[in-house]
């Protein structure tokens, strides 16, 4: 069975400071990847998927993630943080039976500090 | 484009009673999604429709929840009678097929309706 596992409830990190959110993942066959944001009271927004190709994915608001086969893993990345990137962050994996269903982690809550 | 729209946006109900929720997805979206999110947790996927059709229900507790989307559309989420460990955030989510084949890789999430059971 699918599945992914993020490691780490809270990251702190300063702002201007790059920032890591870590993620792995398991599946049978080729991975399709996903990370998700989730700001107060809302729902979940896309960022960046891993589908084929590039191991470095780049995505909305300045996040990248890197693929890492090896490892098994789906490490969320971004250069410079924003107090404004303080929110819920969801690892992902779509099921590779073909009925396009999503598994997600239980979240990773990053808090950006002035 | 008008995103996903959910109601209510709040609900707060007794043990024993029950609750609906509705969705409306992005227009033309045939995939639709039905996951419970509790506080900690990510979320979990509950119900999967394809048009009108269900895709996946093996998570869905049906001897208390049940789902239907009659004309493709919208759809509703009830549950009846609720329990206390029901309470959490119900987020709807939609998908759409891509004209060359195969689906977007992308769900677009409306705000949930957060549910507490007293």
């Known amino acids: 069975a699918q599945s992914v596992a993020q490691p780490e409830d809270q990251v702190n990190v300063a702002e201007g400071n790059p920032l890591t959110v870590k993620c792995t993942y398991s599946v049978s066959g080729n991975p399709y990847l996903f990370w998700y944001v989730q700001y107060p009271n809302r729902g979940l927004q896309f960022l960046l998927k891993y589908i084929t190709g590039d191991n470095l994915v780049k995505g909305s608001y300045g996040f990248e993630a890197e693929f890492n086969k090896s490892q098994t893993s789906f490490h969320l990345k971004k250069p410079s943080a924003l107090v404004s990137d303080s929110a819920l962050y969801f690892c992902a994996v779509r099921d590779t039976s073909g009925t396009y269903k999503y598994i997600f982690g239980t979240g990773t809550r990053l808090k950006v500090l002035a | 484009e008008a995103g996903v729209a959910q109601s209510p946006r709040y609900k707060i109900i007794e043990k024993r009673q029950s609750v609906a929720f509705w969705c409306n997805p992005i227009s033309g979206h045939a995939t639709l999604y039905w996951y419970q999110q509790i506080l900690g947790q990510g979320p979990k996927l509950l119900i999967q429709?394809?048009?009108?059709?269900?895709?996946?229900d093996s998570q869905l507790p049906k001897d208390r929840f049940s789902a239907e989307r009659l004309k493709g559309v919208d759809s509703t989420l009830k549950i009846q009678p609720a329990k206390l460990e029901d309470s959490a955030v119900y987020l709807c989510?939609?998908?759409?097929?891509?004209?060359?084949?195969?689906?977007?890789?992308?769900?677009?999430f409306g705000s949930g309706t957060q549910l507490s059971v007293l």
């Open positions: 429709f394809q048009n009108n059709g269900v895709v996946d």
């Open positions: 989510a939609s998908s759409f097929i891509l004209p060359e084949g195969g689906e977007l890789e992308k769900l677009f």
